[in-house]
DNA sequence: TGAGCGGCTCCTTATATATCAGCTTCGG
DNA sequence: CCGAAGCTGATATATAAGGAGCCGCTCA
């Protein structure tokens, strides 16, 4: 069982943005500072998944909890834009989910310097000055595991939920005769 | 030899995870 | 005034994005 803690997403509107007067319409809720970063924050809210808006178009939304949320908070964005006169259709670009951070938990504390000897050298990175945690980069390509010595583990890099999911039983398969 | 251009790295954002150093704050 | 406790920011992972800066290479 894995839980997502964040994903990443973007999209594009096809056409070039005016960033200045754009923050300058929308209001507070827009952060543009060119001179710190090219991108305009955008956030509905608090708690709400951040957008940041490109002068070329492209947006990506970070901080999502699910995939719903982070279409509902496009669809947010792209009405928005819409009721601006910015774009003329509210779904007229291309959108997709680019990484999802999951969490999941071994439930027992585990020693990094033997699962780095199980899991092969290759796969393995483990050097506790520079990191507590151990990094496993499985042959599957479908993400990258942190393992931690208190048995939680932090699943990242995969495009969907079910890759995550993937990621993680393989892991505890591959360690079933080890823990 | 210098201009120009391509490629690369870093910056920023979210987020969990854990461990260190360095700093501030507080009590005795 | 000093030790302890707490807090902050670094470390690393993935990913998109545009811009700045840097390096090396090619051609005039």
Redesign the pocket.
């Known amino acids: 069982m894995v ?1 997502i ?2 994903i ?3 999209g ?1 509107l096809d056409l070039e943005i005016d960033l200045e007067s754009l923050s300058d319409e929308i209001g507070p809720i827009a952060d543009y500072d ?1 001179e ?4 305009m ?1 955008l ?1 509905f809210g608090a ?1 709400i ?2 957008i ?1 808006v ?7 939304i ?2 999502a ?1 699910s995939k719903e949320e982070a279409y509902t908070v496009r669809e947010r964005f792209l009405n928005l834009l819409s009721d601006l006169g910015v774009i003329e259709h509210p779904d007229d670009d291309w959108f ?1 989910i ?2 999802h ?3 999941a ?1 071994f439930d027992q504390s585990l020693n990094l310097n033997a699962l780095t000897v199980e899991l092969g050298l290759k796969q393995t ?1 483990y ?7 151990l ?1 496993y ?1 499985p042959n599957s390509d479908l ?2 595991v ?1 393992v ?7 699943v ?4 969907s939920l079910q890759d995550a999911e993937d990621v993680f039983s393989d892991l505890k398969k591959t360690l079933s005769e080890f823990i």
Do not use: H, M, W
């Not at 506790?128 to 945690?133: A, C, D, M, R």
């Open positions: 839980d803690v964040n990443v997403s973007s594009s060119p710190k970063y090219p991108g924050y956030r708690d998944p951040l940041t490109y002068r070329t178009g492209k947006y990506i970070t901080g909890n997709s680019q990484n951070v999951c969490t938990e990175e050097e506790p000055e520079q990191f507590p945690g990094i980069r993400g990258v942190l931690f010595a208190t048995g939680r583990v932090v990242t890099g995969c495009r």
